[in-house]
């Protein structure tokens, strides 16, 4: 049972490159998410889908872009990567988080952009 | 609109020892709330979550949280901690589409 699959594990890049986060999930959820977490801050949240064609900004949303072409997929492009997106991203899927189900968080991606 | 106040950044105990990791939460209307746990260069883990059913719940490996509306907690406990413990706590509010996070506990654990 595969759950949240996201790729790479680590990455390094340079200050102004691109690159994408892959994240797919089998477990037929129509939220998906991308979280990202700083040391000592917590998860904030990036980008949310309620599902496939649909997405929307979360909290901190500047320097990511999203899409949803299917249900199992939801990646997360980064576009002129700066210093301050060094980070560990999640991404996250859940049934219907608002009446209490599960969310499911894949491994993680660290990504330092130097 | 929903928060969650984790109280304590750093909680250190003793091997054996109880362990209680204090969350706050502000929700206009009855939320759903969960504790998870991040062990070092690891994902996410559900330990245990609250949705309006019984107001004590019980999660994996022998943590368990109240739920008190009227003093809008949700602490986690558990009556003796154990080395493989030692992680970082997140408390978390269902916000309709979306989970918001505390800014977590790190729990750390000496023999």
């Known amino acids: 049972n595969a759950g949240v699959t996201q790729t790479p594990k680590f990455r390094i890049l340079k200050i102004g490159q691109s690159m994408t986060l892959q994240c797919t999930q089998d477990?037929?959820?129509?939220?998906m998410y991308w979280y990202r977490q700083d040391p000592g801050m917590g998860l904030k949240l990036i980008y949310y889908s309620v599902g496939a064609g649909i997405t929307d900004k979360g909290e901190v949303p500047n320097g990511y872009n999203v899409s949803r072409s299917t249900t199992e997929d939801f990646p997360l492009r980064l576009e002129l990567a700066a210093p301050s997106q060094t980070s560990v991203y999640f991404c996250?899927?859940?049934?219907?988080?608002?009446?209490?189900?599960?969310?499911?968080f894949g491994e993680g991606s660290w990504l330092t952009v130097v | 609109a929903q928060s969650v106040t984790q109280l304590d950044s750093h909680v250190s105990v003793s091997e054996g020892t109880p362990v209680l990791l204090r969350c706050n939460y502000s929700?206009?209307?009855?939320?759903?709330l969960f504790w998870y746990v991040q062990h070092p260069n690891k994902g996410l883990q559900l330990l245990l979550k609250y949705t309006s059913a019984a107001t004590l719940v019980k999660g994996i490996n022998g943590f368990e949280a109240e739920f008190k509306k009227s003093e809008t907690s949700f602490h986690l406990t558990k009556p003796s901690a154990h080395m493989s413990d030692a992680a970082e706590y997140f408390c978390?509010?269902?916000?309709?589409?979306?989970?918001?996070f505390g800014k977590g506990t790190t729990l750390s654990v000496s023999s």
């Open positions: 978390v509010v269902s916000a309709g589409t979306a989970l918001i």
């Open positions: 477990m037929n959820h129509n939220y």
């Open positions: 996250a899927s859940s049934y219907s988080p608002g009446t209490g189900n599960t969310i499911y």
């Open positions: 929700s206009s209307y009855s939320p759903s």
